[in-house]
């Protein structure tokens, strides 16, 4: 009997320590990295985080967002990786199209792997969007002008040859028989500065994420075309239509999420994994990311990190049908 209450008491006390490993505080100074100029949905992401955490008590002081662009994601995950591996209070912003670019190998000598890839907080849709005095009313509109005259239509985006805005666009030309190598295409740096020069009346279409738009629809300054989900979205977006309805089968989710550095310690990421999970059941949290023009998403922890290596996955195939992955 009283060998048996001796290894019960042993057990307990592994268990009690155990528990005690994860239970740590807060950092003391957190950071989020948005890997793009502000503006754009690297900016939109860090921004949710950082006005969560705050109004939901999760940390005790503001959490702070730094701009790092550079090669649409590049310069900030070579930085995490080699300089900055094991900072417990940062999180970088990551997107489908960081995933995208992941797959063509676009970020240097790291991969995949070389990442803590920590949680997705919501998933976004591609769109297209032109000024609202343009004469394109319709897709179809703007794809048979593109059609009778590729030279007529420049698409901008806030990424280069290759990128998710960039495969958007080239999958349309391709559903109306243009080669996408031919289409007139200007790459930026972010999110925001092509919604600027499509303002500006610099180009004729903006192929990005929804939610970059969505802050510019009540003001009577854009109109998007289309957005490429499965069917109509809920809310005011109700009244974008589809591609799908337009007759162009183009479906284009984007997660968007955190990853950390990769020698963040175990007790560390799990802080952030716990973090999470209760932050994306508040209700102060389901209301800031339906102002951005998210929708639910919820992974992290080993979850996330399957979802994302079958997305490297995938992406490195479609790459590789545009000649752009080997």
């Known amino acids: 009997m009283k060998k048996i209450m001796t290894h019960t008491f042993t057990a307990a006390l592994l268990l009690l320590a155990a528990n005690q490993t994860w239970a740590i505080d807060a950092p003391g100074r957190t950071e989020c990295i948005a890997p793009a100029k502000p503006g754009g949905g690297f900016d939109l992401t860090c921004k949710l985080l950082q006005v969560s955490l705050q109004e939901t008590n999760a940390i005790n002081k503001p959490m702070r967002v730094t701009y790092m662009p550079g090669g649409v994601g590049a310069v900030a995950y070579n930085a995490i990786v080699a300089q900055r591996p094991a900072e417990f209070g940062t999180v970088v912003a990551f997107s489908g199209g960081s995933l995208l670019n992941l797959s063509q190998g676009k970020f240097g000598r790291y991969n995949v792997n070389d990442v803590k890839w920590l949680a997705a907080i919501g998933t976004d849709y591609g769109a297209i969007a032109v000024r609202a005095d343009s004469p394109y009313k319709t897709l179809n509109d703007l794809m048979e002008a593109f059609k009778k ?74 109109r998007v075309l289309a957005v490429y989900a499965e069917q109509r979205l809920p809310g005011d977006l109700a009244s974008v239509p589809t591609a799908k309805e337009q007759g162009y089968n183009l479906v284009w989710p984007i997660i968007r999420g955190f990853y950390m550095g990769p020698k963040v310690s175990e007790a560390e990421y799990q802080w952030w994994n716990d973090t999470f999970k209760k932050l994306v059941e508040t209700e102060e949290f389901k209301k800031q990311r339906n102002l951005r023009g998210l929708f639910e998403f919820n992974l992290t922890g080993p979850e996330l990190d399957a979802y994302v290596k079958q997305q490297v996955n995938q992406y490195r195939e479609m790459a590789k049908s545009f000649g752009l992955a080997k």
């Open 149 to 222: 005259d590729p030279n007529a239509v420049v698409f901008g985006a806030g990424a280069s040859i290759g990128s998710q805005d960039w495969m958007k666009t080239a999958l349309l030309a391709r559903e109306v028989g243009i080669d996408p190598h031919k289409m007139r295409y200007v790459a930026f740096e972010g999110g925001g500065e092509p919604v600027t020069a499509l303002l500006g009346n610099h180009i004729q279409a903006v192929s990005g994420d929804l939610s970059e738009m969505v802050p510019y629809l009540n003001g009577d300054k854009l």
